[in-house]
Each structure stands twice: as structure tokens, then as C-alpha cells.
């Protein structure tokens, strides 16, 4: 199971949609129109739309917390060349190529350290500096960690050091590793290592400190991760967080692209997420209350599986749950 952000996480829990849509005034073209809930402008009552590919809408008023990918380094292994190394995979790695990653990963069948030294070789990635030493990369258990983690070893080899990938398991164990100096590397996930370290340190009641803003959240892990003797390195624009998801024949169909425009264009929608999103901030309570979105309709499936993304596909629900990462994006 991935330990990634989102649902998954006790701090991040989020999911969302479904389908389903109510009528309204029927307009000239014969769809039904109302008045819409964000800005007043008419909206018309929406039907799920089978197709073959998904499109993740844009959370344009982050809903969901920004967990980009960012290289954390126990503070006495976190040289400047170090440091550098796996800055330049930061400065590169973008969420479309996470998808493409583990699209060749999870649904290609090529191994992590294949997919690792072919992305290495095509983005030309190199360190700035050079620098000599062994360092262990950690890992996660799940193929998309798997694979940055191999990205960071190929770097940090071709850079002078003696690297090693060990795939660790979750969160609760590789992080006290990292910490103790047993492995000096690990990619993680900016909102929820923020979380995970502010409860930590500050209690299960502590109010949550990161955000859809990645600059702010970075800004709230700093002293964090000094506190745990960790580093961290500079996030990527790569993201693997919650999304919500409908067929490219839907956002064709009705002209959206991102959540906002769903509120203005459909005067409601159902919704297919894990059971918790109903009573989840990030999940149907946040589409309520920050987009003005009307579920009519929730069913139940799971998070970014396959029943929330073959309910979709096939004309199900409207919109769900995926992860932004997923390679079934692709």
C-alpha cells in the first residue's frame, strides 16, 4: 500500500467525486440549465461521460496539500555536492513524468532501476560538483519511490559516490533510519513528511502547519527537520497527492479543465471516493465548501484504485478519486 499523501495519511486525508447530475430549466440546446452556486453563473445539469482516458481537473484553490517530491538528507551526510546532486533531479522531475514513470513501472512491467537510468540518460541529469563516499538511498514500498530513489543513486553515482537502494517499507520506519544516519537519502513527500514530523514533535493535537502553498509548507518544515537532524533539499514541481479525476470525453464535452469551471458548469455531481470522503475536509467537504460543488450523489469504491477509475471510465460517476501520479494517466 503506498504511504504517499492524502487519504492515506492521518493528516492529509482527502478524495473526492462521483457522478450523477439533477435537472434544471432546460435551455435552447435542450440540456437543462441553473443558476450555479460560484458566481452566479448558469449551469446545466451534467451527465458522466464513458471514455478511454482520464484527465485529472486542476485544483486551482489548492484543496489538497502540496506534496511535491523533495530530497531529505540526514543533516550530517547533507554536503553541498550532496546536496547538489539531487537538487538537479528537483529542478527537472515534473509530475507528468512521474506518470510516465510509473506508467512504464506499474503497467510496462520494466523494473525501477531501468526506468531509473533511462529517465537519468534522457533529461541529461548530472550534479554540479563531485564528491566521493557511500551513500544508502532509502525507499518506501511502492514502485514510484522505488524508482526516484534509483534516479537519486544513479545521480549521486555518476557524481563519485558509492550508492546503494534499500527499499525500507513505510514512513514510521524509514524515517527513524534516515534520522539515525543508517541510510542518508530518501525521496519524500513535502505535506506529509511535514505532518508526520509536526505530530511528531508537537502532539497528535498539534494544528496542522502544511498547506496547498509548497514555499509556506517548505517554510513550516525547516525547523522540523532540524529538530529531527534532517535536511531537506529543494522540492520538485512533481506532485503525488490527491486528485479528482473525469474521462477526457467529459472535460471535452463540457469545456473544463479544472474544478472551478466544473462548479460553474454543473449545477451538481456524484462523486466516487473512498467511504471516509464524505467526512473528510480535503474530500466532499472541501469541494462543498471552497468550490461550491453540489454531490448529489456519493458511491462508495476506494482511493485511486481500480474500482474509482473504472467507475469513471465507464460512465459510472462523474468524477473521482485518483492519485496525480498515477501512471494509468498516462
Not at 496542522?208 to 509548507?217: K, M, R
Request: with cysteine; glycine share 10%.
Amino acid at each position: 500500500m503506498r504511504t504517499t499523501p492524502g487519504l492515506i495519511t492521518a493528516v492529509a486525508a482527502g478524495v473526492l467525486l462521483l457522478a450523477g447530475c439533477s435537472s434544471g430549466t432546460p435551455s435552447a440546446d435542450g440540456s437543462s440549465a441553473s443558476a450555479s452556486s460560484s458566481g452566479g453563473t448558469m449551469a446545466q445539469a451534467c451527465q458522466p461521460v464513458p471514455g478511454d482516458t482520464l484527465t485529472v481537473l486542476t485544483d486551482d484553490k489548492h484543496l489538497q496539500n502540496s506534496d511535491n517530491l523533495i530530497p531529505a538528507v540526514n543533516t550530517d551526510a547533507a554536503t553541498p555536492e550532496l546536496l547538489g546532486a539531487l537538487n538537479a533531479v528537483s529542478a527537472v522531475l515534473t509530475t507528468d513524468d512521474l506518470i510516465q514513470l510509473n506508467k512504464a513501472v506499474d503497467i510496462e512491467h520494466k523494473t525501477s532501476e531501468e526506468v531509473a537510468s533511462q529517465y537519468v540518460s534522457d533529461r541529461s541529469i548530472t550534479a554540479p560538483g563531485s564528491g566521493s563516499g557511500k551513500v544508502v538511498v532509502g525507499a518506501a514500498n511502492f514502485s514510484e519511490n522505488i524508482t526516484v530513489a534509483n534516479i537519486y543513486a544513479d545521480v549521486l553515482k555518476a557524481a563519485g559516490y558509492d550508492t546503494e537502494v534499500r527499499t525500507i517499507g513505510s514512513r514510521e520506519t524509514y524515517l527513524p533510519a534516515l534520522e539515525k544516519g543508517e541510510i542518508q537519502v530518501v525521496p519524500e513527500y513535502a505535506a506529509t513528511v511535514t505532518e508526520f514530523l509536526n505530530l511528531a514533535q508537537n502532539g497528535a493535537d498539534a494544528a496542522p502547519v502544511a498547506s496547498g502553498d509548497i514555499d509556506a509548507t517548505v517554510a513550516a518544515l525547516e525547523p522540523l527537520a532540524k529538530a529531527a537532524g534532517l535536511t531537506f533539499g529543494d522540492p520538485a514541481a512533481a506532485q503525488d497527492q490527491n486528485a479528482f479525476a473525469v474521462t477526457q470525453a467529459f472535460a471535452d464535452q463540457y469545456g473544463v479543465t479544472s474544478l472551478t469551471e466544473l462548479a460553474q458548469t454543473c449545477d451538481s455531481i456524484s462523486l466516487g471516493g473512498p467511504p471516509e470522503c464524505p467526512d473528510r475536509t480535503f474530500c466532499q467537504i472541501g469541494l462543498e465548501k471552497e468550490y461550491g460543488l453540489k454531490v448529489a450523489q456519493f458511491d462508495s469504491l476506494d482511493a485511486g484504485g481500480p474500482l474509482t477509475k473504472n467507475a469513471i471510465l465507464q460512465g459510472q460517476v462523474m468524477v473521482g478519486l485518483v492519485f496525480s501520479s498515477d501512471g494509468s494517466l498516462g
